[in-house]
């Protein structure tokens, strides 16, 4: 064989050679290469499998979803709440606004005649030429108006404060028989001023669900009604009538007595009967006593006396075994 023909075998050789070892590099590549993309993709399915079940138990997704869902509901609840509170102000305002309008009003009609009296007496005595008498008379006059005024605004102001709660009313269980003897004492110069008597029954003291001081005012402003229409030297009763679960304080008078339709109506504010004309008065001393006893879980009612007078009952809530004040 010539030089020729043994360098051209010994290339092919040498080529035949280097083709395998590439294919072999190759092939050895291509193993690596799969076994990576193998382990890659184990990875990734474990990573995807984990997901998976972190998704299935913990839900965030949901969960985000109703979190977002609660505090948007909690707003709009407090939001509505928000509303529903402006709407009751307001309704609050206005209807605190017509009864101020509405007292005043009661008031400016309530003061009217008492004031236009003082400044027609206040010109008398301007006037010259007066007797010391007649000066003396006109004082007197002025001065019973200006307390008839003073009166007629403390009642007002306390029924108000009464009205809304600014005022307590602070019942509780106690003896009746001082509250009674607070009320006669209060009216007791008027009604001496008039030769009138007021008698009370004996009775044995029991304890009743009020507030002393404020049940002593109502029960005077019942004894000072029966004052003010009943006869001079005629007598008003006072006396006890024990119930099941209330106890009546009956106070009777003597007078004309009240008509059957208007015992409803003079419990109302500034209600005047047809036959108080004449009168002292303004219609405020009734409703405030009902106003009081209403604050006491307690109710008064007035019917006809057998003396021909009224008969005003007061009833007042008895104590019960195991009551404490």
């Given at each position: 064989?010539?030089?020729?023909?043994?360098?051209?075998?010994?290339?092919?050789?040498?080529?035949?050679?280097?083709?395998?070892?590439?294919?072999?590099?190759?092939?050895?590549?291509?193993?690596?290469?799969?076994?990576?993309?193998?382990?890659?993709?184990?990875?990734?399915?474990?990573?995807?499998?984990?997901?998976?079940?972190?998704?299935?138990?913990?839900?965030p997704?949901?969960?985000?979803?109703?979190?977002?869902?609660?505090?948007?509901?909690?707003?709009?609840?407090?939001?509505g709440?928000?509303?529903?509170?402006?709407?009751?102000?307001?309704?609050?305002?206005?209807?605190?606004?017509?009864?101020?309008?509405?007292?005043?009003?009661?008031?400016?009609?309530?003061?009217?005649?008492?004031?236009?009296?003082?400044?027609?007496?206040?010109?008398?005595?301007?006037?010259?030429?007066?007797?010391?008498?007649?000066?003396?008379?006109?004082?007197?006059?002025?001065a019973?108006?200006?307390?008839?005024?003073?009166?007629?605004?403390?009642?007002?102001?306390?029924?108000?404060?009464?009205?809304?709660?600014?005022?307590?009313?602070?019942?509780?269980?106690?003896?009746?028989?001082?509250?009674?003897?607070?009320?006669?004492?209060?009216?007791?110069?008027?009604?001496?001023?008039?030769?009138?008597?007021?008698?009370?029954?004996?009775?044995?003291?029991?304890?009743?669900?009020?507030?002393?001081?404020?049940?002593?005012?109502?029960?005077?402003?019942?004894?000072?009604?029966g004052?003010?229409?009943?006869?001079?030297?005629?007598?008003?009763?006072?006396?006890?009538?024990?119930?099941?679960?209330?106890?009546?304080?009956?106070?009777?008078?003597?007078?004309?007595?009240i008509?059957?339709e208007?015992?409803?109506?003079?419990?109302?504010?500034?209600?005047?009967?047809?036959g108080?004309?004449?009168?002292?008065?303004?219609?405020?001393g009734?409703?405030?006593?009902?106003?009081?006893?209403?604050?006491?879980?307690?109710?008064?009612?007035?019917?006809?006396?057998?003396?021909?007078?009224?008969?005003?009952?007061?009833?007042?809530?008895?104590?019960?075994?195991?009551?404490?004040?």
């Open positions: 064989m010539d030089m020729a023909g043994q360098w051209a075998g010994g290339a092919g050789v040498f080529w035949l050679v280097l083709g395998l070892a590439g294919l072999t590099a190759g092939l050895i590549s291509y193993v690596r290469c799969r076994r990576q993309m193998g382990r890659l993709e184990e990875m990734m399915a474990n990573f995807l499998a984990e997901g998976k079940d972190w998704r299935k138990e913990k839900k997704d949901a969960g985000i979803s109703k979190i977002r869902e609660r505090r948007e509901s909690k707003l709009a609840h407090q939001l709440l928000i509303l529903d509170r402006a709407a009751f102000q307001k309704e609050q305002a206005a209807g605190e606004r017509d009864q101020v309008a509405g007292l005043l009003s009661d008031l400016s009609h309530q003061l009217k005649t008492p004031l236009a009296n003082i400044v027609m007496y206040t010109e008398l005595l301007e006037e010259e030429n007066l007797s010391r008498e007649q000066e003396r008379s006109f004082l007197e006059e002025t019973r108006q200006a307390r008839k005024m003073q009166w007629l605004i403390k009642a007002m102001l306390k029924a108000s404060r009464l009205e809304h709660g600014i005022i307590r009313v602070k019942p509780g269980y106690g003896g009746i028989r001082e509250t009674i003897g607070k009320a006669v004492t209060s009216v007791y110069a008027q009604a001496a001023r008039r030769n009138i008597s007021i008698k009370v029954q004996e009775f044995t003291d029991c304890r009743l669900y009020h507030d002393p001081v404020w049940t002593a005012e109502a029960l005077g402003n019942i004894l000072e009604n004052i003010k229409y009943a006869p001079e030297g005629s007598a008003l009763t006072v006396r006890l009538n024990p119930m099941e679960i209330y106890t009546g304080i009956e106070i009777e008078d003597q007078g004309t007595g008509p059957k208007e015992y409803n109506e003079i419990f109302k504010r500034f209600y005047r009967g047809k108080s004309s004449g009168k002292e008065g303004n219609g405020l009734l409703y405030l006593a009902q106003l009081v006893l209403n604050k006491e879980k307690g109710y008064v009612t007035v019917k006809a006396a057998d003396t021909g007078g009224s008969c005003f009952t007061v009833y007042l809530l008895n104590e019960v075994t195991g009551s404490s004040d």
